[in-house]
């Protein structure tokens, strides 16, 4: 076997990857690894290159693993040489999170808690301003006037800062690569793709390097949008009488020195649109501007089906640097829980309301992660009331009963909203389609099996917000490019097919139902 083009090593490793994958690798441990760059195979030794050095003392450590794997996708000996390079590969799309230990190296060692540190910054000089202080603020007030699209964080956004996230394992990588979006560091990258299920934190990290640079570094014009300000500033302007209306907003947009765009599956489907953030996004990345992405999928997720994102866009978003929010751990609920409760009575003293809220016990407050869901924007309000709660119960001289928690936690969470594993989504898909568990999750292939099949996997990924491994390790050890199809299939079927997708909700409800 003579494998010697650059392309053939970037299949060898990623091949390699799905081994380790398929023998049930940590998904840290794969993540790592998907950051390096393979470069060549020449002489039976796969060379890659990483910018960690953690990268290459994990590699380090797990040789031995990784040449055996590369051994068995090329049916010969090969080696891992890795090496310090300038620039990481890009994030292939089904990239998770890394562990908090990997986080931590991808920036520079500070105390906790952390709030992005304060340092100097020259962006006036480095654009070519020699004007004293106060000329170079007038300047930069003049250019922030000339922008409609620069707005004022608003009251409710300016809480949403670094040092308020609550971080774990689930989001600390994304939390540090939020971190020097806000610093300016690290341009090697230059765009960050943040994604997750609905109220994990995203918008909060999107407005934290939001608020932070308009408090510690004004000199950088950073603009927010979700998708639906952004499909609006597009359409206004191409049904605008002014002619010159679309050129203007395209000049708006490329005076951004940090571009913030959230919830970026609400574009799916506008196809004019699409095609003005493309040439929005490839104009900031060409003059060296950051660009940051939030969405409820990953860049590959986003081109599935009919109407999603084409090729060229997947593969540029894909391009950055990607990290996921995952849902909270039952310790990263009991953190949640103890913060928002200090919170909660520190403003109510500041109001003058310290009365109105209780004191929960942290026996109370384990209880209560037991019982919470996975939304981290309503784990918030569900303290607030548990708090209420205790302070009525405190003044009737008793204290917060463990079914008055269990009360208010179902009428927070809706039925939807609550946890379901993937042991209940293939128990309920077994009993719809009368398959036993060992051919839903064997090697059958029969028609109806494979709908059955199909489907659980789609349902899974829908309701337990696991990674592409984590799925397809319940389901045979399948791997992610098989987990991949499987939702490829579904998506298409329930949009041609009525009876499928109604048969595919009755099943869901099914599930969600008895969470």
Known sequence: MDITEESDAEALWQDALDILAEEGKPESFLA??????????EGGILRVETPMR??????????EEIDGALSKAAFEDIKLEAALGGHAAAPKPHVST????????WVPKREEPAEPPRQSHVALQDDGWKEDEEAARRALERRRAKNPLVEDVGAGDSKLTFDRFVRGDEN???YDSAVQVANGVNKSYGLLFIYGKSGLGKTHLL???QNYIAQNDPSRIC???????FISDYVNASRSENKSAADELRQNYADIDVLIVDDVQGLIGKAGTIN???DTFNTLRASGKWVVLAADRTPAELGMGKDGFDERVTSRIGGGFTASVQVPSYELRVRLIEKFCERALEDAEKDGLAGTMGKISPKMQRFMAEKAGNNIRLIEGFCQRCLLAEARAEAAGGELLESEVEDICHEVWPTSERRVSIEQVQKVVERNYDVAHGDLIGSKRNKSLMEARHVAIWLCRDLCDQTFADIGKKFGGRSHATVMHSLRVVDTAKKDDRVFNEKL???REEIVGGA
């Open 223 to 229: 603009v927010y949008k979700d998708a639906s300000s």
């Open 54 to 63: 953690l990268v290459l003392r994990k590699i380090s450590q797990s040789t």
């Open 276 to 278: 003005f953030f493309f």
């Open 505 to 507: 909700m009755q099943i």
């Open 32 to 41: 790592m690894l998907r950051s390096c760059e393979p470069k060549s195979l």
């Open 98 to 105: 890394m562990t908090r230990e990997e986080a931590e190296s």
């Open 172 to 174: 600390m990588i994304a």
């Open 207 to 209: 407005r934290a390097i």
